[in-house]
């Protein structure tokens, strides 16, 4: 069983990222690193090197900066050249690959079917009609043609679809209702979920008389972090310890006016940190361990929160809004109100303030990181890549 393993890869800046390396990682205790071949965008030229055993190739041209329609014959080529049975591609929708949503990846992926490649595709984001509709590129169109750029969404879906032997969701929990919603709202059949997986890195909660808040994630407004930095205050104003960190990385115009935004919010409050630039692994990880409380104010989330798994992974208290993906984890967060200051500050306190609820909620968050260990997501995939390529096979992951 030889295994090709498509998307961004550590050091790309992209969310996929890290979770295409733990994933790696995993599965190469099931089939072996030298039958594992981890295909991914380049920036200058293409390149090749190792990883724990495994190959990197980079071989595809990044077009998210340039969009392209043309063909990824790049990644036939070097899907082909790696002798790899099945493919594996962990996609946004993003312009990875060409197009607006990557539509030259579903030309790819049905002309490796034809040279008789088994196809899996890990959708890394679920965006439902009004998410499409709320879009930024979909808000440069009169409010009466964005029912078109849902029905233009919906034909991409079903090709993508058609094009892959077995469909996965990225899931916060399994057999999640968002991913029936989404799939009845662009009439997709035999798809199936793949459980976010927290890489466990288990250390005990800080004991400190000025406790660590900290937030992280790309600076955007859908994340909420002025709700967070208004609850902060009201948490202070009401006697509550500690400081807050909130770090991340602006990727467009927009976005940097909204970290400006957060600025002019954080001045003159010496107790609260803006943090503007990609984290890495490292850094992430320090903060995390210093840190007593995780929160996640999100407005609007499309897909699984990436920094809210760590802080389970680390074994971290999370207080978080009930939004999407993260509003199915109430065993293992305390969910709030979205866009409530108040319902956050609340929190704030009850974790802090009360005696043991510390303890109470870090338990919680380990029980909920063990059930998500990344070698359990690697014996799924196992399995599902062993059902692909048994005669008369069809996809599904259930």
């Known amino acids: 069983m030889k295994i090709a393993l498509v998307g961004p890869f550590p050091p790309q800046e992209k969310g996929e990222a890290a979770y295409l390396q733990r994933s790696c990682e995993a599965l190469a205790d099931f089939i072996g690193p030298e039958n594992i071949t981890i295909i991914s965008q380049y920036e200058n030229r293409p390149s090749a090197t190792r990883f724990n055993g ?22 036939v080529r070097t899907v082909i050249e790696s002798g790899a049975d099945i493919v594996h591609v962990h996609f946004g929708p993003n312009q990875d690959y060409g197009g607006r949503l990557g539509e030259p990846l579903v030309g790819a992926l049905r002309r490796l079917r034809r040279q008789g490649v088994k196809t899996v595709l890990t959708l890394h984001s679920q965006w439902k009609p009004q998410d499409v509709i709320c ?42 209702p968002l991913t029936a919603e989404f799939a009845r709202a662009y009439g997709l059949h035999d798809i199936g979920e793949e459980l976010f997986s927290c890489a466990l890195e288990f250390t005990p909660v800080p004991k400190s ?28 104003n009401r006697g509550g310890p500690g400081r807050l960190i909130i770090a991340g990385s602006a990727t467009t115009a927009a976005d940097r006016r909204y970290v400006e935004m957060l600025r ?12 503007e630039g990609y984290l890495s692994d490292g850094d992430v990880h320090r903060y995390l361990h210093e840190c007593s409380v995780f929160v996640v104010p999100y407005l609007r989330t499309v897909g699984c929160s990436a920094p809210l798994h760590a802080a389970l992974g680390m074994g971290r208290p ?11 984890l109430g065993e293992a967060v305390r969910l709030v109100a979205p866009a409530s200051s108040e319902a956050i500050a609340h929190a704030l306190s009850g974790l802090i303030n009360v005696q043991g609820a510390l303890e109470e909620a870090a338990e919680r968050a380990r029980h909920a990181a063990m059930e998500r260990r990344p070698e359990i997501a690697a014996a799924r995939q196992y399995e599902l890549y062993r059902r692909l390529l048994e005669p008369s096979a069809h996809g599904g992951l259930q």
């Open 209 to 236: 008389a000025h406790p660590s808040i900290f937030a992280f994630g790309f600076m955007r407004p859908e994340k909420g972090f002025e709700v967070l930095i208004e609850a902060f205050l009201k948490y202070c």
């Open 264 to 275: 002019a919010l954080c001045e003159g409050h010496d107790r609260i940190t803006l943090i």
């Open 318 to 328: 999370v207080i978080a809004a009930a939004v999407g993906h993260n509003a199915m």
């Open 135 to 176: 879009s930024r590129p979909a808000q440069r169109f009169p409010a009466l043609l964005r029912p078109l750029i849902v029905r233009y969404f919906r034909s991409f879906m079903r090709g993508l679809r058609a094009s892959c032997d077995a469909f996965l969701c990225v899931v916060s929990i399994l057999k999640s």
């Open 54 to 75: 495994s190959i990197v190739r980079r071989a595809i041209r990044d077009r998210t900066s340039a969009p392209s329609y043309a063909p990824q014959r790049e990644l």
